[in-house]
């Protein structure tokens, strides 16, 4: 089993896998964690990643199909996996993030704009370097900390100068399914790594639109569950 789980909760429950006789994988995307992170923003795209994935699978599960689960970024991912190379995979379970048909009208970035305006988060993340230099003015575990504890239930609104709605020295507390331990080892690893390769992803919504054109129309085919469960994160 393949899990491209998006946050700490998905990796616990992972660690469950084994018991219940499977071989689980759950690997850090480009640009997280310790896997390599292209300067480029162009080397962030859907065909990128789901490149990066088949070499995984051709390297540890050869000529097999493997159940794939995602949530998030990991769940949109995962259902390009899909529609790419549905060879690779036997069954898919998503969390949250269904795949939404294309507009042929308009780009993603420019009907978010549109609908939530410029300090909706997606827009904010646009413009490279501009949203890494507000979170290096709050520091890294400020940032993961808003990130994780953030529960409005409202589209996630990023005001320069006010970011997560309040001062940055105003004390958050972490969520109570999320160890002071496991937190740590995440500042760690951002902190090494900066949020750049994570932001990127979304820097290539429209470039995605524009690369998966032909596939307008086109349905997963791979046996699929989606569970639409309520979750906030970035």
Known sequence: MVSLSYG????????????????????????????????SVTAYTYFH????????????????????VGHDWGALIAWYLCLF???????LLNLSVPLLPRN???KPVDEWRAAYGNDYYICRFQEPGEIEAEFAE??????????LAYSVLA???????????????????LPSWLSEEVFTYHVTKYTKSGFTGGINYYR??????????AW???????????????????
């Open 155 to 173: 589209p996630i609104m990023l005001t320069k100068g006010n970011l997560f709605g309040h001062s940055s020295d105003t004390p958050t507390a």
């Open 204 to 213: 290539n919504f429209n470039r995605n639109w524009e690369l998966t054109a």
């Open 216 to 234: 307008d129309g086109c349905e997963v085919k791979v046996v699929r569950k989606i569970n639409r469960v309520q979750v906030i994160s970035l």
């Open 49 to 68: 990643v789901v490149g990066d994935l088949v070499d995984l699978l051709n390297t540890v599960a050869p000529e097999q199909q493997v159940f794939v």
């Open 138 to 147: 709050i520091g890294t575990e400020t940032v993961l900390k808003e990130m």
């Open 85 to 91: 190379r549905p060879d690779k995979v036997k069954a």
């Open 104 to 106: 042929p009208q308009m």
């Open 8 to 39: 700490t909760l998905g990796i616990t429950r992972l660690m469950l896998c084994p018991s219940k006789g499977f071989r689980a994988i759950a690997p850090d995307l480009r640009g997280y964690g310790d896997t390599d992170a292209p300067e």
